[in-house]
């Protein structure tokens, strides 16, 4: 059988038309689908801005189908589900980012991250642990070990909460050293409960060491001696706290009046708590200088100048209350109507019910948020 060369020729053009017209098909629909899905995904991101998250879902499950392989699309999704506490549909399309071969360590990471913050969302602490533990040594350490922290927390694991800020504090992270105190502080407390003296001194020396300058350890050492009966020793450390922190001091200071007598050490203890209250006028360091020096005229001529000079309410209901409240001077009354009037000041006020804005006038029209007739007619205190 002889060939004709001639029909070879007229095949070739042909083929080539066909083949040409095959590809711009493709190229067409491969461009209308890559058209249609950022359309698709600003729907629903405009949706999503404007509060309408049951329309935003259905625009990203579409985006979604147009587009399988974006792995943005997903997180997106994911994100959204979570939001709107649909905490299984969220884990699906994380576990579904997980479970696909193509994903770059990345994206894979942080899908993990966004599968443990499901976990987490939804109180499964146990699985969120083992998904925040899955990044150690990844981009998102740092965020593991700060989710691993407030998760240990929540579950009070003291221990192991301590350990993972250390490994934070370590690693450059800040500085963890008051926390660090207090979760030995609770270890503390745990063994004492537990009537395990030796674990819980053991665990207050592990908190001051690790916050020198943290009151709570010094609080409880102190509190623990003063049961013990070692009032010397409860004035040892509360000297301390004294000095370093005395603001906290006023927490203590009437257990320290009281062991300072127990040990019989009242007189050398008063002009220490004169000298702090001097400098640091509270009630509660009049309250223990009282304890320690009983005499009614010193008292009350403390509680007066204690309101001349901070008039609160606590201090006039103290004066109020001493033996001869009775018989007040002009001086008393006066002070007692400063710190009333001092007191009731904040209540003559109107709050907004929309948004809390205080004022001393009436508004028709909020200044804060702008609602109308959003003030009650009445002062907060008539509410």
Same mark, same amino acid.
């Given at each position: 059988?002889?060939? /004709?060369?001639?029909?070879?020729?007229?095949?070739?053009?042909?083929?080539?038309?066909?083949?040409?017209?095959?590809?711009?098909?493709?190229?067409?629909?491969?461009?209308? *689908? =890559?058209?249609?899905?950022?359309?698709?995904?600003?729907?629903?991101?405009?949706?999503?801005?404007?509060?309408?998250? /049951?329309?935003?879902?259905?625009?990203?499950? *579409?985006?979604? =189908?147009?587009?399988?392989?974006t792995s943005d699309l997903h997180f997106a999704l994911g994100n959204l589900f979570r939001r709107r506490g649909e905490y299984e549909r969220a884990v699906r399309v994380h576990e579904h980012l997980l479970n696909r071969a193509d994903l770059p360590r990345s994206e894979r990471d942080r899908a993990q991250y966004?599968?443990?913050?499901?976990?987490?969302?939804?109180?499964?602490?146990?699985?969120?642990?083992?998904?925040?533990?899955?990044?150690?040594?990844?981009?998102? /350490?740092? *965020?593991?070990?700060?989710?691993?922290?407030?998760?240990?927390?929540r579950s009070r694991d003291w221990r192991a909460a301590a350990g993972v800020a250390q490994k934070l504090e370590q690693r450059g992270t800040g500085s963890f050293a008051s926390r660090i105190a207090h979760y030995w502080c609770e270890i503390a407390l745990d063994a004492d409960a537990r009537h395990q003296s030796e674990e819980a001194e053991a665990a207050l020396r592990r908190a001051r060491?690790?916050?020198?300058?943290?009151?709570?350890?010094?609080?409880?050492?102190?509190q623990r001696a003063a049961r013990r009966g070692a009032h010397a020793e409860v004035l040892q450390l509360w000297g301390v706290l004294m000095v370093a922190n005395p603001i906290a001091f006023n927490l203590v200071v009437r257990e320290y009046a009281a062991s300072a007598l127990a040990c019989g050490e009242g007189q050398s203890a008063l002009p220490r708590l004169l000298e702090r209250y001097g400098q640091m006028p509270t009630l509660d360091l009049l309250e223990a200088i009282a304890l320690l020096d009983p005499s009614p005229v010193h008292r009350r001529e403390r509680l007066l100048a204690q309101l001349h000079s901070h008039p609160t309410l606590s201090a006039a209901?103290?004066?109020?209350?001493?033996?001869?409240?009775?018989?007040?001077?002009?001086?008393?009354?006066?002070?007692?109507? /400063?710190?009333?009037s001092r007191a009731a000041l904040p209540l003559?006020?109107?709050?907004?019910?929309?948004?809390?804005?205080?004022?001393?006038?009436?508004?028709?029209?909020?200044?804060?948020?702008?609602?109308w007739d959003s003030y009650p007619p009445q002062r907060m205190e008539d509410l």
């Open positions: 059988m002889v060939f /004709d060369l001639q029909w070879l020729l007229l095949g070739l053009p042909l083929t080539f038309a066909f083949g040409w017209l095959a590809s711009r098909f493709d190229v067409r629909q491969w461009k209308r *689908e =890559q058209k249609d899905s950022p359309k698709a995904y600003y729907k629903g991101l405009n949706l999503l801005l404007n509060e309408q998250h /049951d329309k935003a879902i259905d625009a990203f499950i *579409e985006a979604v =189908q147009q587009d399988p392989d966004a599968l443990a913050q499901d976990f987490m969302k939804a109180g499964l602490l146990d699985r969120a642990e083992s998904a925040y533990r899955a990044l150690d040594g990844t981009a998102f /350490d740092t *965020e593991a070990r700060l989710a691993l922290l407030t998760l240990h927390e060491a690790a916050g020198p300058q943290s009151a709570r350890p010094l609080v409880l050492a102190g209901q103290a004066l109020l209350t001493q033996p001869d409240s009775a018989a007040l001077g002009a001086l008393e009354t006066k002070a007692l109507r /400063d710190a009333i003559h006020r109107y709050r907004c019910a929309a948004c809390g804005f205080e004022a001393q006038h009436y508004f028709w029209q909020c200044p804060g948020c702008l609602s």
